[in-house]
């Protein structure tokens, strides 16, 4: 069984409003819940770890560093954000990709990084609207994950976001259809490669999830829960997700 996960990406947004908003999610999650996750900018951090302290709510990076530390300015190493208290990282997201040229082989390093910072890595992978159109959609998907994933993942330290790029913050999501096809080939691909492992591994959808949409993705056999950007930012939007992947 694998447990289901929300995981929340602030993205470049966070004030003092937003932590108000953090502290109403924490303080309204019973113990049993799913899992649930919010990755605020580095900034916020060790002040979003503070707050949900007494909560079921944990607290992830956005992205990491592939080095352990040294003359990258701007830049944070896995192990600074663990040691923030954070217990997880965003890596791969098509924002980075796109903004700072990461190729998949920075993004696997990304990942090795994390794991050495014994952080759980959130691997973004997904394509673009003209790889959506175009016949080899899977084929693509597929070849992105096999590249960005190290060998030795396991269920336990590792998660998968499936967001197709075109999705991200528009509005639009692709068909049921569409998503458990997708979320289906990353299941095979996962055990061909992991083995029995590769079955404890969880698959996220991620590009606008909302209230209004959420029960209908999380009826997909091989959808473990969401990678939420906008919807994330309220605690009022955020909960029906979650309680929603609770009922599914
Ligand atoms: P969105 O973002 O929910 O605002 O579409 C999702 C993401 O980028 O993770």
Request: hydrophobic content about 45%.
């Amino acid at each position: 069984m694998r447990r289901s996960l929300a995981a929340g990406n602030w993205k470049m947004n966070g004030n003092a409003e937003l932590m108000e908003e953090l502290s109403t999610l924490a303080a309204a999650q019973p113990d049993a819940g799913p899992d649930i996750l919010i990755c605020p900018p580095a900034t916020l951090l060790s002040q979003a770890v503070e707050v949900t302290q007494n909560s079921p709510v944990r607290i992830g990076g956005q992205d990491c560093h592939a080095a352990p530390k040294g003359a990258h300015t701007g830049d944070i190493s896995a192990q600074m954000v663990k040691d923030t208290g954070a217990s997880a990282v965003i890596v791969g997201h098509s924002e980075r990709r796109a903004d700072h040229h990461e190729a998949d082989s920075d993004i696997r390093a990304k990942v090795e990084a994390a794991w050495a910072a014994d952080l759980l890595a959130i691997l973004c992978i997904g394509e673009s609207e003209d790889e959506r159109m175009g016949p080899d959609t899977l084929d693509i998907i597929a070849a992105q994950l096999d590249a960005s994933m190290p060998d030795g993942a396991t269920g336990e330290t590792l998660v998968i976001a499936y967001e197709p790029i075109w999705a991200i913050g528009t509005g639009r999501v692709p068909t049921l259809e569409q998503i458990i096809e997708t979320h289906d080939m990353i299941r095979d691909r996962l055990v061909a490669r992991f083995g029995a492992e590769g079955d404890k591994i969880r698959i996220l959808y991620g590009g606008s999830v909302k209230p209004t949409n959420a029960a209908e993705i999380f009826t997909a056999q091989n959808v473990d829960g969401a990678l939420v950007g906008g919807a994330s930012l309220k605690a009022a939007d955020f909960q029906p997700i979650i309680d929603a992947l609770a009922k599914a």
